[in-house]
């Protein structure tokens, strides 16, 4: 069952670690791809999605527990209990079901690679880490400033965000 994935572009970065980068359903290709290499219980999932996407997504429980939920009643993941802790295991069922949407699996890991571009971290990080920085100068002197001078660090801090705009919007 093919699915149309060319209105994401428009969604890189908006609700920027908060907002899934996947279509209703697709988590499920994703954690099953997870469960080939070997098993793994709830929170590691989350953990390796994480990961995969350099710390930009972490995908809460409530989206992760259901999902694996979903894939045990299909039959495609068995559970165990371990030390507390479920453990998930991929079945024969949940690998054949997986090898035969590879296409759709793989276009899924595609549009992942897509969504966390590698190429855009180095300056990405360093733009986060100015703001870290700004962050640390203004906010434990904040108490401290007199209404003149916050308004001035206002006016600096909305022309930074107004020229950046400008230039995302070359």
């Known amino acids: 069952m093919p699915h149309d994935r060319s209105f994401r572009a428009g969604k890189f970065f908006h609700g920027f670690r908060h907002e899934s980068p996947f279509q209703k359903g697709d988590l ?3 954690i099953l ?3 080939k290499n070997k098993p793994m219980y709830g929170y590691e999932i989350i953990l390796a999605l ?3 996407s350099h710390g930009f997504y972490k995908p809460s429980p409530g989206v992760v527990y259901p999902t694996l939920q979903m894939l045990e009643e299909m039959g495609y993941t068995t559970a165990i209990d371990r030390d507390g802790k479920k453990i998930y295991t991929i079945t024969e069922a949940g690998r054949q079901w997986l090898q035969e ?3 759709l ?5 595609s549009h992942m690679r897509h969504h966390w571009n590698h190429g855009n971290f180095g300056a990405l990080g360093e733009i986060f880490s100015e703001l870290a920085k700004l962050g640390r100068t203004v906010g434990p002197r904040i108490h401290d400033v007199e209404p003149e001078k916050m308004k001035r660090i206002r006016e600096i801090v909305s022309r930074a965000r107004r020229d950046i705009e400008a230039i995302l919007g070359e």
Do not use: W
Request: charged letters at 55%; aromatic letters at 6%.
């Open 105 to 109: 699996a793989d276009e899924v890991k």
């Open 33 to 35: 791809d997870l469960l």
């Open 50 to 52: 994480e990961e995969q």
């Open 101 to 103: 949407r590879s296409e």
């Open 28 to 30: 499920k290709y994703i």
